[in-house]
């Protein structure tokens, strides 16, 4: 069985590595644009009854930056895998790095400020209470929260006091009281959800709302279902960092292996063939396919063979004295000078 750096060089390694990143870089764009086109639907149907500001209570928002990110970074790793472009390949690949560890810096602050980002988080989620009825986006979501983790509000279900149709102060059906999202159900095949259940539960104390409403905040619900189920907070972890890391070590690959075939004998640049007058059109491009993309045994472009340089041996280092006493011998043996005459000569050069 060839080693890993033989099997390397091998032309299937290179068809490995370049359509598994292609697939990988196409799946990942569309299913940002899917994303980016969720988000553009709900934000066009949020303008209709737009009341809020900001980020955080817009989801469609979050979802179009999502998708955009998403679209954009998975387009040029799919190009530059397809056209073997090492600009685009490393551009992606440092964005996902940068991404990547962007997450883990964010997972990692979060952990060791737990506090904060509690306090945070119930700011942002009072802020949405406060229009509760007026975004269907951030209602939605909230309502599903309060279902699924058996929670009310942010920090407790008193945070209610702060929308302007639930606080003790107002004269409706719903004043004093809590959404029925909150409410313990007890629910029977065919019943009627009694939407008013949650009426005048804020002016009560928590042990007497044990057996009517949730009582307990989706802020520490959440902490505590992620607490008490560690596989699954894991197993969400990996979804959103293993993909990413899996980009990052093919694009790494890819990127290196066309590095070490840029610096072999066997890689011509075509632009300095076309600054010397070659032209595209003579080139023999059968066997690129229809990307025009793929390598060919031999290559598309002569190589030249060079004569290997002949070794230059080092000359023997020159003696002064040596040289002198030859040319002294040269200058007296030259018939028709006189002895002492070729002697002058010669002192006069030295």
Same mark, same amino acid.
């Given at each position: 069985m060839p080693s890993y750096e033989d099997w390397k060089k091998t032309l299937h390694f290179y068809y490995f590595i370049k359509f598994t990143l292609n697939v990988y870089s196409m799946l990942f764009s569309f299913l940002g644009l899917?994303?980016? !086109?969720?988000?553009?639907?709900?934000?066009?149907?949020?303008?209709?009854?737009?009341?809020?500001?900001?980020?955080?209570?817009?989801p469609a928002v979050v979802l179009i930056l999502l998708g955009?990110?998403?679209?954009?970074?998975?387009?040029?790793?799919?190009?530059?895998?397809?056209?073997?472009?090492?600009?685009?390949?490393?551009?992606?690949? !440092?964005? #996902? !790095?940068?991404?990547?560890?962007? %997450?883990? #810096?964010?997972?990692?602050?979060?952990?060791?400020?737990?506090?904060?980002? $509690?306090?945070?988080? %119930?700011?942002?989620?009072?802020?949405?209470i406060k229009h509760y009825y007026d975004d269907l986006d951030f209602k939605n979501i909230l309502d599903y929260v309060q279902e699924k983790f058996s929670c009310c509000g942010g920090d407790d279900y008193k945070d209610w006091e702060v929308n302007q149709y639930h606080f003790c102060n107002g004269s409706g059906p719903l004043a004093c009281g809590v959404p029925y999202t909150c409410c313990i159900h007890n629910k029977e095949v065919g019943e009627v959800v009694n939407t008013l259940c949650g009426y005048k539960t804020l002016t009560k104390e928590r042990v007497d709302l044990d057996d009517v409403i949730h009582v307990r905040g989706c802020i520490h619900a959440v902490n505590l279902w992620m607490g008490d189920n560690i596989g699954a907070t894991i197993g969400i972890c990996c979804a959103v960092? #293993?993909?990413?890391?899996?980009?990052?070590? #093919? &694009?790494?690959?890819?990127?290196?292996?066309?590095?070490?075939?840029?610096?072999? $004998?066997?890689?011509?640049?075509?632009?300095?063939?076309?600054?010397?007058?070659?032209?595209y059109s003579?080139?023999?491009? &059968?066997?690129?396919?229809? !990307?025009?993309?793929?390598?060919?045994?031999?290559?598309?472009?002569?190589?030249?063979?060079?004569?290997?340089?002949?070794?230059i041996q080092d $000359?023997?280092?020159?003696?002064?004295? %040596?040289? %002198? $006493?030859?040319?002294?011998?040269?200058?007296?043996?030259?018939p028709g000078q006189d002895p002492d005459m070729g002697m002058d000569v010669v002192d006069n050069r030295l």
């Open positions: 899917c994303v980016l !086109c969720i988000g553009l639907y709900a934000e066009v149907e949020r303008q209709k009854n737009r009341t809020l500001e900001g980020v955080f209570l817009a955009l990110v998403m679209f954009t970074v998975s387009v040029v790793g799919m190009v530059g895998s397809l056209r073997d472009n090492k600009t685009l390949l490393h551009m992606f690949l !440092c964005v #996902l !790095c940068v991404l990547l560890a962007l %997450q883990a #810096l964010a997972l990692i602050i979060a952990l060791l400020f737990e506090k904060t980002t $509690s306090e945070l988080f %119930q700011k942002n989620i009072r802020e949405g960092g #293993l993909p990413q890391l899996l980009g990052i070590m #093919l &694009s790494c690959i890819f990127w290196n292996l066309l590095v070490e075939m840029s610096v072999s $004998s066997d890689m011509v640049d075509f632009k300095i063939l076309k600054k010397a007058g070659f032209k003579e080139l023999d491009l &059968s066997g690129a396919g229809c !990307c025009m993309c793929l390598p060919r045994e031999g290559g598309y472009l002569p190589i030249p063979v060079t004569e290997p340089e002949q070794d $000359s023997e280092p020159l003696d002064l004295e %040596q040289a %002198q $006493s030859k040319l002294s011998l040269t200058q007296f043996e030259q």
